[in-house]
């Protein structure tokens, strides 16, 4: 009897959970802890695990697998510091904030995306990826296709950054909405695409795909910033 309590109060401390989402606001490092709600597969009404005000920073935390649900979403500017995905449900990531807000991403890690990793919202804000690794994903960034209101530009900087398979591409950008992503220091599998344009449009209707560019005002990036393996 005591060792099951003993081993139930190790895996409390270990393995948070909840079924609400939790807002954090200034800084809060988890230590490596595991956090998780629920997963209801690929639907887009889920609620984020964590919600990270304006200038808020998560650290050191992983997201249950089977229970990462809409992952985290970013109000603002924002800081996701060593944050592991092992299974993405939704999206990992969701940026809101909007003009001169900052989604930085250091080091972390993501796997099981069946779509993409990071999603961006906000208009005029940025996204920045450092040192971030990925296992099997759709696509590590895709600013919104089809958001209501839609428009842009929206930006990413990806550098320092490995990923085993992106089956539909490493990143999206709506060119004609101004969208522009900085690629520098990328290793990704061999016949992955890199950098693809897509027509942005409005709710309701699906975003055309342009095709993979490279040296574009859109895809800042060239042949010699990725090495395949």
């Not at 600013?143 to 539909?168: D, E, L, Q, W």
Request: hydrophobic content about 30%; some cysteine; aromatic content about 6%.
């Amino acid at each position: 009897m005591y060792s099951k309590l003993l081993l139930a109060m190790v895996l409390a401390v270990s393995a948070f959970a909840s079924s609400a989402t939790t807002t954090i606001s200034g800084t809060k490092d988890y230590s490596g802890a595991t956090v998780g709600t629920s997963c209801a597969g690929g639907s887009e009404s889920q609620q984020p695990v964590f919600l990270i005000k304006d200038g808020g920073t998560l650290k050191n935390v992983t997201l249950k697998a089977g229970g990462a649900a809409d992952g985290v979403h970013c109000e603002g500017s924002c800081t996701l510091s060593n944050v592991k995905w092992p299974d993405v449900c939704e999206d990992a990531a969701t940026m809101k904030g909007g003009s001169g807000k900052t989604m930085s991403v250091v080091g972390g890690s993501a796997d099981k995306a069946s779509d993409k990793v990071f999603q961006h919202n906000g208009k005029g804000s940025t996204i920045k990826i450092s040192g971030f690794t990925a296992g099997t994903i759709g696509k590590l960034y895709r600013s919104c296709g089809n958001c209501s209101s839609n428009g842009g530009p929206r930006y990413v900087n990806i550098s320092n950054t490995k990923i085993t398979k992106a089956s539909a591409g490493v990143a999206g950008v709506n060119a004609n909405f101004g969208d522009k992503a900085t690629i520098r220091t990328l290793t990704v599998g061999k016949g992955n695409a890199v950098c693809i344009e897509f027509k942005g449009v409005q709710k309701g209707s699906e975003s055309p795909k342009v095709g993979e560019k490279w040296n574009t005002t859109a895809c800042n990036v060239s042949k010699s910033d990725v090495t395949y393996k």
